[in-house]
């Protein structure tokens, strides 16, 4: 099957003799070419339910597969965006893109296609040789996500990629994603923990527990793009989703206050 | 003519500190000229120790202008001489500290085999190696030696904190792209350990110009500025004693400053800066 299955995901913190059921009976299909968010309450594991698909961590139990593939470790067909960018400070743009190339040993001419193509696609024309330093977070941003597209992965993995950007970059980032996603037919799983994002981008939006996380409630949105975030269906979703979502915070309150444990 | 521009530009960005700089070293030079003058109208056995800064400088002169005649050489024969056992004893200390330091910091083998003596090495002052250095490296190569104990350190526990510091999302990030461990090594862990090895650099030099004094005093085979200072104060040449050590402290400013410079054409060519 193309696309993303996870079935019976499970995954267990050990610290010495403590251990931390962060993930538990979690079930996901992801079919080819959706745009699924992730959505939950801090500390529900839906960061580590993405580094897992990534492969930068060990599941405990369960079975993940990616177009028909297990996933065992990190790997070309699954990129990621992190939250914190990421991208190497002592590289320009256009080789930051071309970090994956290198290392798959690509000559030279053919990378430099790829990178300009890729920086071309993500607004960045003109920008090839600034480093990091010299861009702002959303042109940063932006080199990141040419760069996990450089290895023409299927899945694009996003960890709250726009979490640090300011409210403006941030709407306008989305919107730049969604012109991306339509050119490159990219399988998306994006985590984030804003309602108002969620609903923005996504086909389907993942609601997961407090922790231990799993899928508490998946929710199609069908409206149409570009969305309008003041119309009536739009608030109505919203709704929807924070009303499940605030359920969950509430638990998860409940459960720290128990143990007596505000992180 | 653009130079000269460029000079108008940073006088213009930088004159207030350039203006508090002179006015630091003037107020310095001041006490120290009262305070000489001090000592020789209230006890004349005192002053001959702090000669006045006017003598020092007339010293300083002196000692390139005329042959010293206990070694028969000039101070540029003696900054030569000190000069080569610090690029020896540099690129020694640097060369060994580097790899071990990339090892120690990435391996944690490595890392639990080398700190116990690294941690008992580390605090015993190079001073105290000079007769068990005389008896195995002998008199040409223990100076060498002495500075390369100071520079090796600084640089060894600079790169093994650099390396032990990576981002560890720049790793993670490296992996999702296909690197493996050694790719994670070229093209992460060294280019991330380059800023913390150059402050070990710069450390180490100074630390290696500390120790000079302490090497010459091995013997000053060619001279040396460390052995020039010990051989004036121990014939009470204190005017050309202190012309030695100033010569020392422009030195050390001097290399470290180059380093400076190097540091930062590194990091702009590395697009960091």
């Not at chain 1, 965006?81 to 290198?102: I, K, T």
């Not at chain 2, 508090?20 to 305070?35: D, K, Y």
Request: glycine letters at 10%; hydrophobic letters at 45%.
């Amino acid at each position: 099957m193309r696309g993303i299955s996870i079935e019976g995901l499970s995954k267990v913190f050990r610290k010495g003799k403590s251990e931390l059921v962060a993930i538990e009976g979690f079930n996901l299909t992801v079919p080819e070419g959706e745009f699924v968010c992730l959505l939950g309450p801090s500390g529900c594991g839906k960061t580590t339910v993405l580094r897992i698909v990534a492969g930068l961590e060990d599941k405990t139990d369960g079975t993940i597969q990616v177009n028909g593939r297990k996933v065992k470790g990190p790997g070309p067909d699954r990129g990621m965006v992190f939250q914190e960018f990421a991208l190497f400070p002592w590289r320009s743009a256009r080789r930051n893109v071309e970090f994956g190339l290198e290392i798959k040993g690509v000559p030279a001419e053919r990378r430099h296609a790829v990178s300009s193509k890729l920086l071309e696609l993500v607004g960045l024309k003109g920008f090839e040789d600034s480093h990091p330093k010299q861009l702002s977070g959303g042109m940063k941003q932006r080199v990141a996500i040419a760069r996990a597209l450089a290895n023409a992965p299927s899945v694009l993995l996003m960890d709250e990629p726009f979490g640090a950007l300011d409210a403006q970059t941030r709407n306008l980032m989305q919107k730049e994603l969604l012109r991306i996603w339509t050119e490159t037919k990219k399988t998306i799983v994006f985590v984030t923990h804003s309602v108002d994002e969620a609903v923005y981008l996504a086909d389907r939006i993942v609601v997961m527990t407090a922790r231990p996380g799993t899928v508490k409630k998946d929710i199609p949105v069908t409206l149409p793009r570009p969305r309008d975030r003041t119309s009536r269906e739009f608030i109505a979703i919203r709704g929807e989703v924070l009303a499940e979502l605030e359920a969950e915070f509430e638990k998860a309150r409940a459960t720290e206050l128990e143990k007596g444990s505000v992180k | 003519m653009a130079v000269e521009q460029e000079l108008k530009k940073w006088f213009a960005a930088n004159w207030q500190k350039v203006a508090l700089s002179l006015l630091s070293i003037s107020v310095f030079i001041a006490g120290w000229h009262l305070f000489s003058e001090y000592l020789r109208a209230t006890s004349p056995s005192l002053y001959e120790y702090i000669p006045p800064p006017a003598q020092v400088l007339d010293a300083l002169i002196r000692s390139f202008t005329v042959l010293d005649p206990t070694s028969n050489l000039y101070m540029t024969d003696h900054i030569w001489a000190s000069l080569k056992r610090i690029v020896l004893g540099f690129l020694l200390a640097v060369g060994l500290a580097l790899p071990i330091g990339l090892l120690m910091g990435s391996l944690k083998g490595a890392e639990a085999a080398g700190k116990p003596i690294v941690e008992m090495f580390r605090p015993i002052p190079p001073l105290a190696w000079i007769p068990i250095f005389l008896v195995i490296f002998g008199i040409v190569w223990g100076p060498v030696a002495i500075v390369f104990l100071g520079i090796f350190f600084p640089v060894l526990l600079n790169v093994i904190f650099g390396v032990k510091t990576v981002d560890p999302v720049l790793v993670d990030a490296a992996r999702t792209l296909g690197a493996k461990r050694g790719h994670i090594f070229t093209k992460v862990v060294l280019p991330f350990t380059v800023p913390y090895f150059m402050t070990g650099v710069k450390v180490g030099l100074g630390v290696g110009w500390m120790c000079i004094v302490a090497a010459e005093m091995l013997g000053g085979v060619g001279g040396g500025v460390g052995f020039y200072i010990f051989s004036k104060a121990t014939t009470s040449q204190y005017d050309l004693m202190f012309a030695g050590m100033i010569v020392i402290g422009l030195l050390s400013t001097l290399t470290t400053g180059l380093a400076g410079v190097f540091e930062d054409r590194l990091y702009r060519w590395m697009g960091m800066r």
